[in-house]
């Protein structure tokens, strides 16, 4: 699954029925941004819409995936509610990996917190200390924002 491809396919067949993005998305009910995402191929569509999409375009989900229209003699025939639950789970999947990060980066900031104290004296374990709860803070701003974002996407795809 090469979401360039996907995205350049996506794009292409969308052109082809003189759609813009923003019709596309309306028609899907998303926002136009999400459609240039795809055909930009920084993400893949939702799971939950791969069948409309599909639909719209005049394409089958395994046309989607490959990012290339098949000949029907090479037409390989997939069960399409299997394909949409493998993007579920990948999707799933990238979600949790998210969240592992965000716990990771949360850890390593306590982690230099509780270092940083360690460090007092002359002007370089001062600066020593300053720097690692500096880094310790910023590491768990960040891992608080991706661990936030994860749950929210989760509730959203729940």
Request: proline residues 1%; aromatic residues 6%; hydrophobic residues 45%.
């Amino acid at each position: 699954m090469n979401q360039i491809a996907t995205g350049t396919f996506i794009a292409r067949k969308r052109k082809e029925l003189n759609l813009t993005q923003a019709q596309l998305a309306e028609r899907l009910g998303i926002s136009n941004k999400s459609v240039s995402k795809w055909e930009r191929g920084q993400c893949m569509p939702d799971y939950a819409i791969v069948n409309e999409l599909c639909d719209v375009l005049g394409i089958t989900v395994s046309e989607l995936l490959d990012g290339e229209e098949n000949e029907r003699e090479n037409l390989r025939m997939y069960d399409n509610d299997q394909m949409i639950e493998m993007l579920a789970r990948i999707q799933r999947l990238e979600s949790q990996r998210i969240t592992i990060i965000a716990i990771a980066l949360i850890v390593t900031g306590i982690g230099l917190l509780t270092l940083s104290p360690l460090f007092s004296g002359s002007d370089l374990t001062d600066f020593t200390s300053g720097a690692l709860f500096g880094i310790g803070s910023g590491v768990i701003v960040i891992g608080v924002f991706l661990a936030t974002r994860s749950i929210f996407s989760y509730l959203i795809n729940s």
